[in-house]
């Protein structure tokens, strides 16, 4: 929706179908809500900002409705009926109503929990907090407020805080989703008593405009009348026209830097019942020393690290010793030990791991050669595992970079047998990379912060590496489970350097190959804050391809039946479901589609989903006609008390016999819903009233044009099954359908032969 006004005379216009038409809402279910007179008018100057706005009174039966006034205008007569400020209330409450069907949407969020969540913040925040906040009020300053600051510096924690803390108890806090292709005043809500939060952090669509914030300070004024608020909070990179500051109704503050790391990781582990480990933190200065000029997001971070360090000791204290350390002299790490090994960041040590080119490994060059680097990288993404395992997954990545040489270290000329025997042993080579070996020779890589640091120095040091790392991780997957090691491994690189050209080599990668671990891996990118925007926009443009149509459709059934996913999500998936099911002919993809939607179908709120999408195919819209077929076919398969659904209380939006009618008439669907219908028709044959009931829906749909192949390929399918009364069902269907005068000449047994 653009910042003009709304236009009746366009509103009928044709457009192209884009995701904001895929993704277009009706809020509550209707547009135009019954106007209730006395609650749309302007709050009063002098009223109290928290009080609830005011319901009308009642009015006396007995009381005589007032004569309509008469209003010249230019000479010319015009009748309104009721005061002038009650037609204006009436047209800013059409307006409203009407702009609730293309807005952005979001999540509510509960005020005490944000209230409880783990806060900081330094100096800096304090002197940006009391800019926004009016001493007089307690309350924002403005309606609209704008937070420019550096990416991953904590800017939606302060924005969510700040509204949670200063604004009424009765206002309703919302975090809304930027689904849109560029800022627009239009899409943005407009309630009474709502505070409103909003990130602009996507590179290419959330880029801000001088026009923006001149439409945003128009909304600033409606915010104000409504006692809603505003906060948006911009990457810094998309603040770059010198024409972008305050406006009227409008207030910009910088917040150039992230709260104390230190203090942002003990409020954290405060809050996770960690206060043990803030007082061991506390007494390790090598640890904290490294949590100084983390941002805001790599706090958190490291804050969970340590937690799991702590566990890691608590865990190693209480068992015996799995690997041998008194005959090698070593002892149990300490938990100090363990704590500056988790927030260390190793790019000094790995500096040196991955120095200069190395054939042969000596003590005393810790430079290790291409094989050790394969297999450092190996135990980065296994942690702990059998030692066939580990090297075959080390050769494995070897090849992917290139020709596997005779033996690691060997002499030309030799054998590879002999050559791999006068190499060093596997035992030697894990020590030396930091790993250690068992009586059972399993190796123990108990570093899962150094693995991390090792996967990203790899990455961020050898762009040649980039693609054969990520090829070598899918094939290492066992499965699509997100607590595999591998899908875990492409998560995490997902999630740090989710750009639009890593996603897309992650799916030319991936996507043919192993759709349901792309899926797994995008699930979690999908959740992220930071990269999930651009994660949903590389899968609408996924869901068309056939290479990746499955990938995106394992996703969006995860997600679809998860019940405690965000709306929004919940939303998103569901159009490139229906776009994968819009977009590709391929029979193999449709069948995929098909299973999908039979699953989901089953989750009493995702089968709500699946019958608006039936709805909107019989209302005609292109883009849910192949979806509503697919999900019409799904809900034929739910019951109700042992009764198919749509036959004993379907939905009102569906006209169940015409859409039986059409997917009979085609074949692309007409063997499929033959086969449904047969599995209605014997649940029912049992059931006299049952039976009957839906016999008398069938009929009309098996009549008409291009019905009678369908009608004698169904009858063949009912072969076999009798009524409680020991009447063939196909005998029954044939006497209603085919007139007696031609049954001579298309008799039932010799069509059904």
Known sequence: MSDVPFDPARSDSPRQTSEADENQSNGSGSWLQQWRPGTGGPDRPDANPDTPFPSPAPSSPDAVPPAPHMHETNGAATNVYGGADVVANVIEQLILETRKRDLLEGVEQKRKQLLDQPFARSTHWETVWEQMIDPATNRPRRPVIIIVAPRSCGSTTLALRLLAEHTADNTTLLKLDADWQTPSKGRLPLEKAHAYQLDLKHPENDQVSADFLN??????????????????????????????????????????????????????????????????????????????????????????TAATAWKEHLRASSSPPLVQTHSEGEIPATLEERIIAALTDWRGELDSRFGEMNSLHTHDNPSLTVEDRCLLLALA??????????????????????????????AAGFSPTLSALAGR?????????????????????????????????????????RKPLLTWLVATAQNADPEDQAVAALAELTVRHGTVDYLTMLGELVGGSQPKVLGAVMESAVRNEHVGRLAWEALYGWAEQKSYAPAVIALCQ????????????????????????????????????????????????????????????????????????????????????????????????????????????????????????????RSCAGDPSAYTQLREQLLPALRGHNMFEAGMKLMNELRGISTAEGVSVADDFYNHLVDSRLRTVFPLEETLA
């Open 215 to 304: 439409a945003l300070s128009e909304h600033a004024t409606h915010l104000r009348s409504c006692r809603s608020y505003l906060v948006l909070t911009v990457a810094q990179d998309l603040w770059k026209d010198h024409r972008l500051g305050d406006r009227d109704g409008i207030q910009v503050v910088r917040l150039r830097e992230a709260p104390d790391a230190h203090e942002v990781v003990e409020a954290h582990l405060n809050a996770h019942g960690y206060g043990q480990l803030v007082t061991s933190l506390r007494s390790c200065p090598k640890a904290t020393a490294s949590l100084r000029g983390l941002t805001a997001v790599a706090a958190v971070r490291a804050a969970q």
């Open 381 to 410: 993404v296994q942690q702990s595992a059998p030692m066939p395992v580990v090297a075959r997954s080390a050769a494995a990545l070897l090849e992917a970079i290139g020709a596997i040489p005779d033996a690691p270290g060997a």
């Open 425 to 465: 042993g596997m035992r030697r080579r894990v020590q030396d990379v930091g790993g250690r070996v068992d009586m059972q020779d399993i190796v123990v890589f108990d570093r899962p912060a150094y693995g991390r640091a090792v996967l990203e120095y790899v990455w961020d040091n050898y762009d040649v590496m």
């Open 558 to 681: 995860r997600i679809l039946e998860d019940s405690s996913a965000a709306t929004s999500l919940a939303k998103r998936a569901m159009v490139r479901l229906r776009r994968v099911a819009h977009k590709n002919t391929d029979a193999t993809i449709v069948s995929q589609a098909q299973a999908a939607f039979d699953a989901l179908v089953q989750h009493p709120t995702v089968a709500e989903r699946l019958a608006g999408e039936v709805h909107g195919w019989q209302q005609g819209k292109v883009s849910s006609a192949r979806s509503g077929a697919l999900a019409f076919l799904a809900l034929m398969t739910v019951r109700r008390d042992g009764t198919p659904w749509l036959v004993c209380t379907p939905p009102t939006t569906i006209d169940a016999q015409r859409a039986v009618h059409d997917l009979l008439s085609s074949s692309d669907t007409a063997a499929e819903v033959i086969s449904r219908l047969t599995d209605w028709i």
